[in-house]
Every structure is written in C-alpha cells, then in structure tokens.
C-alpha cells in the first residue's frame, strides 16, 4: 500500500488525528489508492460543549463510497441529517456524553473496505451549584440554610454542571481574601447572616460562567465553645498579634493582665494593647523591648482580674506560656517542606564508597511528617555515604550577617552509626568552610534514645559565611555506618536570618 502524504485541506490543517490501514505493499493499478486518513479537529481526542460543533475529514484515496453517521439528535450540519457522504463532516452535538462519530468507507477491492469511529465528548453548559462538604462546629439547619456557631468552619464545594474548571468564590464576610479553588473552607468569626456567591465557567472547551447566588445562606450566631488563641506570633514591625478563634468584643484597661516573658526570665514592657483594624479577631500587643529571633518569648493571659470576651459575648479563659513565633527573615523558601509532594529542588541522591549491601534511595513520604502531610525519606544500606544537594532554587546570603539554618530529622533505623555533614556553598563550586558535622556521638538528635522520634536541628548560628554569594545551595552528606540498613527522614528545613545583638 502507499503512504499517505500531507492529504489535507488547508481549513484543518494542523490539527489531525490519523488512523492508517497498514498491508503489505501490492501492485494497484494507477487511480486505485486505497490509503485512508480520518482527521479529527484536536489531537488526543475532542471535546465540544453541548450545541457546540466539531469538524472531521477523511482524506482516503480511492474510495467508492463513504459515509458518516451520528446518533440522533445530533446531526451534520452540511444537510441537517444524521447521514453524510461528503469528505469534510462538521457536526452539531445535541446530547451530552460520549457520542461515537462514526465513518464507513468503501473500496473497488471489498477486502479493503473500512470502518471508524471516532468518539466526542460533550458536555453540559455550565449550571453553578455549592454543596456543604463539612461543618467544624454546632450546627442547624433550617429551610435550607445554615446557622452555625461562631468559630466554625465551613467546607463549600463547587458541585456545578458541564465540568468546569474556573471559580471564583465571592463572599460576604471575606471581601479581603480570594478564593478560586474548588472546594474552600471558611473560618465565620463574625455574628451576622452572610451571602455566598459562586461563578463557575470553563476554559475549554469554552464554557459560559454561570452564577449561584445564595442569599443569607449562613448565620453566624454566639457560640458554646469557648474561645481560644489558635496562633501567636510576631510581625515585622516587632507587634506580637494573638489570633483568637473569633472576634473579640472591645475592652478597656487589660494591658495588666498580659505577660510577655523572654527567655523564660525577663517580663517585656507591655506599651499598648489592640485589636487590629481590619481584624477583630486578632488581638496585637507592642513591647517596647526589640525581641530577637535568637530569644524565645511567651506571652499569657489572666483571667482572674480581667474582662477580655468575645463578640458573642464568651470570656476568654486564662491562659499561660504561650510561644511567640518570632519574626525572621527567610531567605530558603522553595519547597523548604516538601509540601509539594517532590524533592526539588533538591536533585536525586549521589551513592557513594557504598560497603556491602550498599544502596542508596530518597522519596518523598506521605503521612509521618514532623507537621504538614509530607517529608523526605531517606534509605541507606551498610556502609553506605549518599550526597544530595539543591539543583535550582537558590539564594543569596551575605558574610557580615550571621544566619540560622533549621530542620527537622528523625532516624528510623541504625541511628548509633549515623551521622552527617550540611554544608552551604555557592551553587557552581564547592566550598568546605561554612558547614556542621552531626554524629550519633555527640548530638542529642541523632542519639538512639531518640530513634523514631522527630528532633529539631538548629546550626551555623555561632559563624559567619566566608564570603558573599548570590546563589547559595544546601548540601547534605550522610553515612550510614555499621551495624545494617538506616533509614531518616528530614522536613521542615528554614535558612533565616539569625538576629544577635551587636558586640559592644
């Protein structure tokens, strides 16, 4: 048989799928060409929205008959049938799912007749619609809406029609935030009864947004749980904010009632006490002592003397030794958790002088992180040394500024003859004067009391860089030692800028 060769017409050019009868090469006489070539408007399948169209052509040489035919009621938009004879077939599509576009082509030779189909997705125009997936909080429900306690969380889900694939959540209550996913979870904080709107369309194949307008769908009323302080940290301003599980009713003369202890021994002077104004449920108070990121910090709360509620009127409860998170500049920030789900921007394992058994392996796990879903696993058999280090991603750190570097590890197995070294170098070379070495040893993480158990590892923060680099990379060198295989894993890796006072 003959190859079929660019037989096409210019208007679908481009865009072709081909199926091709393949026999072995006979004599034909001249005129009898017998390739066929069925063309479809989109390669690795087509897909059209309901009433939308689609356009095929059959570019077979020789045929003596061919002919097309689509269920009812979609039909061919060249004579308005459900049969076609013609070699280019544009269709109207009138039902939604899988609809099989069928061709059936005939040959002077009958052993060469042929059949196609060819199968179209369709899909419904878009009709917005919102399921309640989960309710975190006391609950009812009354003529299909919802009364909820403040401080609950609510899960919505776009359950619309014809598949979309954009959204565009609009929610009264939470005007200052964007929400375009799928499924959203809401934190109500807030007594009030709230609108939610949904605008779901597609790309492609194009699809028209439809709107779900749901008015006062929610009502947020006081709650029966008590309300408690969910995170504390510092801003970049130096202001520590209390975020509460809602909103907090105004006060007066509470500053005497908070402590904010440093490192454990000394009381910080407490200048001014807030709640923040664009937020009421986050309670923010200024020190008039600079915390370092080097300190730790705690604030607590007493009750006793004080008259701190919420705006649905619940008191807040004593509270005591809370950790301040305080703020650092983070200069590693790609994929520094894994969250992910891949191990860039590290690059794969280098094995290394592996002894017997020695092999060597790093995934990304699921389900045993030190916080969040994933972490890095790492395999080693025997004897084994195994170097990783980041491939892109890297930043810039300067030699006059002292920085900290902090992860997470946790050594499965055969932690008595584990160690390792974290180096940081610039990313085209090697330097081996800004590093650690870690040993079984001689630091507590990575002593087999506390095999299976996530450790935290702080280092560098005793030296300077030795120069400046633009593009810095981290890179860990491990060794499993004697006495079997050793498995660890790392998470939560921070490189932050490390605030000491200066030197008088």
């Given amino acids: 048989m003959k190859s079929y060769k660019n037989i096409f017409l210019s208007i679908l050019a481009g865009f072709s799928i081909v199926t091709a009868c393949n026999q072995e090469d006979d004599v034909i006489p001249y005129g009898d060409f017998t390739d066929i070539a069925v063309f479809s408007p989109a390669s690795g399948g087509v897909t059209v929205q309901v009433e939308g169209t689609a356009s095929f052509a059959d570019g077979s040489r020789g045929t003596t008959s061919r002919l097309w035919t689509v269920p009812n009621p979609s039909y061919f938009i060249n004579n308005d049938t459900s049969e076609l004879t013609e070699d280019i077939a544009h269709i109207r599509f009138m039902e939604v799912g899988r609809i099989p576009v069928n061709l059936h ?33 006391n609950f009812t429900e009354q003529d299909g809406k919802l009364v909820i306690e403040a401080g609950s969380i609510v899960t919505l889900k776009d359950t619309s029609s014809g598949n979309p694939d954009t959204y565009e959540w609009i929610l009264e209550g939470f005007e200052d935030e964007a929400y375009t996913s799928k499924s959203i979870d809401l934190l109500y904080k807030k007594l009030g009864v709230f609108d939610v709107q949904l605008v779901s369309s597609r790309v492609k194949p194009y699809g028209r947004p439809d709107t779900l307008l749901l008015t006062d769908f929610i009502e947020v009323i006081p709650s029966t749980l008590p309300i408690v302080v969910t995170e504390v940290s510092e801003t970049d301003m130096g202001v520590i904010q209390l975020q509460f599980s809602r909103d907090l009713d105004v006060f007066s003369n509470e500053i005497e009632n908070f402590t904010v202890m440093i490192d454990e021994t000394t009381p910080a002077t407490i200048q001014g006490l807030a709640l923040n104004s664009d937020d009421a449920s986050i309670l923010e108070i200024t020190v008039e002592e600079d915390i370092l990121n080097s300190q730790t910090a705690t604030v607590s709360y007493n009750a006793d003397n004080g008259a701190l509620r919420s705006s649905d009127f619940v008191d807040v409860e004593t509270f005591t030794d809370l950790a301040i998170d305080i703020f650092a500049v983070e200069v590693f920030t790609t994929n520094n958790d894994f969250e992910s789900g891949e191990l860039s921007p590290f690059g794969a394992p280098f094995v290394e002088n592996a002894g017997a058994g020695g092999t060597g392996s790093a995934a990304i796990l699921t389900g045993s992180a030190a916080s969040g879903e994933h972490s890095l696993g790492i395999t080693m058999g025997e004897s084994t040394r195994m170097s990783f280090a980041m491939v892109d991603g890297f930043f810039p750190i300067e030699k006059d500024k002292v920085y900290a570097f902090e992860f997470w590890i946790k050594v499965d197995e055969n932690p008595s003859n584990f160690e ?34 996530w450790q935290k590892i702080t280092m560098l923060t005793d030296k300077n860089p030795p120069a400046d680099w633009e593009a810095t990379k981290i890179h860990f060198q491990l060794f499993s030692g004697a006495g079997g295989q050793s498995k660890i894993e790392i998470d939560n890796m921070r490189f932050y800028e490390y605030e000491v006072r200066p030197t008088e």
Avoid: H
Avoid at 423 to 452: A, V
């Fill in 420 to 453: 390792m070294t974290v180096r940081f170098m610039p990313s085209d070379g090697w330097n081996d004067g800004y590093k650690q070495w870690f040993g079984s040893c001689c630091t507590n993480q990575l002593k087999t009391e506390n095999n299976g158990t």
């Fill in 105 to 137: 082509l005939e040959f002077a030779d009958s052993t060469l007749n042929y059949d196609s189909t060819l199968m179209v997705t369709v899909l419904d125009s878009i009709t917005a619609d919102i399921s309640v997936e989960n309710i975190q909080g």
